[in-house]
Structure formats: C-alpha cells, structure tokens
C-alpha cells in the first residue's frame, strides 16, 4: 500500500521527531525540506548559500527552489512506496506546484500536529539553548511562528478542498504519547 502523507504544524510542534519514527515504522523516507536546506548550508552549495541569509532570518526559500529540489528527491527509488514529507509544502503555491508536479503521486493524507503558542515559544526557546540552530533566536522565532500562519496555515483548507484530508493530533505529550495516538489515528484512517 502506498503511504504519501505530510506532516504539517508549527515550528517546535515536534514534527521532526515524530516524521522521523513514523518513516521507520511505515519504511518510508522521512523528507525534511529543513533538513535538506541545513544539508546545503553546511556543504557550501549554490542553494545553501542562497539559503543561509533567509532560514537565520525565518523567511521561506523561493518557491522553485524548494519545489525542484523537492520533486527530484521524490524520483529517487526509495520513496516508490511512499514518503513522509515534513516541512514542505510550506505554503499554497509550493502545494500548487507539487500536485501538478506529481500527480497521481501526490500527497494522501496530512496529520497536523497541534501545540499552543505559549508552549511553542517555550520549546522553541529551549532548543535554542540547548542545540544552538542559528534559527531558533528570539526575533526569528517569532517570525516563524508569523510566516506559519500567513503562509501554511492557509494548506489546513486548501487539502480538504481537494479531498485529502487533515487529521489532528494532540502534540502536547512525550514523545512516546504523541507516536502511540499518530498510530492510532492512522489506523482509522487508513
Ligand atoms: P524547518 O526545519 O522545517 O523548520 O525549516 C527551517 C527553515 O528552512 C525555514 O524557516 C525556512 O527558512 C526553510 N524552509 C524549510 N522548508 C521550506 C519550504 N518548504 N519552503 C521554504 N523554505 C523552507
């Protein structure tokens, strides 16, 4: 069975965490844009030095960029059964492009991961601490925490409209809690 699904959620929501055992639990890669982004950044690529200046500031990478290198990850053999995509489509026309992109290899199912702000900020600020990510200053968290909701939280009507649907998650939890319950859900749903 095919499993295409997207994680979706605010920044500090634990979507990285979770995308990942989920990938292993379904033997699906886990395709963090983020992660792909950092990559770059840190091998000195054209993209990663396009990219720097915009993740420290927590703006979004042009669309095309993220787009391209997103669906040329998605022709690689591993993900013929499916992917887990995590951070991308970060907004409406990145999502736009993606279904024309992949057609019949679109996304199936988004789970949304649902934290408050005030535990979002607090998390996001222990990180900081705590693994040093040049994004998870105070200043760019907050506009993190803006650009995900003018940008993708607009994608929480945009798949139910086109019938995938959304499911929602309580990400207030362990880690093991939230894995038990994304399980479970999935069950039903599939
Ligand atoms: P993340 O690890 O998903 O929080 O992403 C870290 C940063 O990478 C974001 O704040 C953006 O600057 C950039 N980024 C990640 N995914 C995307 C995307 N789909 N579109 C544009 N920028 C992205």
């Known amino acids: 069975m ?8 605010p920044p500090g929501a634990g979507k990285g965490t ?42 979004l990478i042009p669309d095309d960029l993220v787009v391209s290198m997103v669906i040329e990850r998605l022709e690689e053999e591993d993900t ?8 991308f489509p ?16 679109s996304i199936e199912l988004a789970l ?6 005030v535990e979002l900020i607090s998390r996001l600020q222990g990180r900081a601490a705590e693994l040093g990510r040049s994004d998870d200053n105070e200043q760019t968290i ?12 607009p994608l929480l009507s945009y798949y139910p409209a086109r019938g995938v649907r959304v499911i929602e998650v309580d990400g207030v939890g362990s880690i093991d809690q939230i894995f038990t319950r994304i399980v479970l859900l999935l069950e039903e749903a599939i």
């Not at 095919?2 to 959620?9: A, N």
């Not at 013929?80 to 951070?87: C, E, I, P, Q, S």
């Not at 907050?142 to 939280?153: F, G, N, S």
Request: proline share 1%.
């Open 142 to 153: 907050a506009r993190r925490l803006e650009v995900y909701k003018e940008e993708t939280e």
């Open 112 to 117: 949304l991961i649902e934290v408050d702000e």
């Open 18 to 59: 979770q995308a990942k055992r989920l990938a292993t639990a379904l033997k699906v890669p886990h395709i963090s844009t983020g992660d792909m982004l950092r990559r770059s950044v840190v091998l000195g690529t054209e993209l990663g030095r396009q990219a720097e200046a915009i993740m420290a500031a927590g703006d």
């Open 90 to 105: 970060r907004n409406e026309a990145q999502a736009v492009a993606f279904d024309l992109g992949m057609t019949d290899r």
């Open 80 to 87: 013929r059964h499916g992917y887990l995509l995590d951070g």
């Open 2 to 9: 095919e499993r295409r699904i997207l994680f979706l959620g």
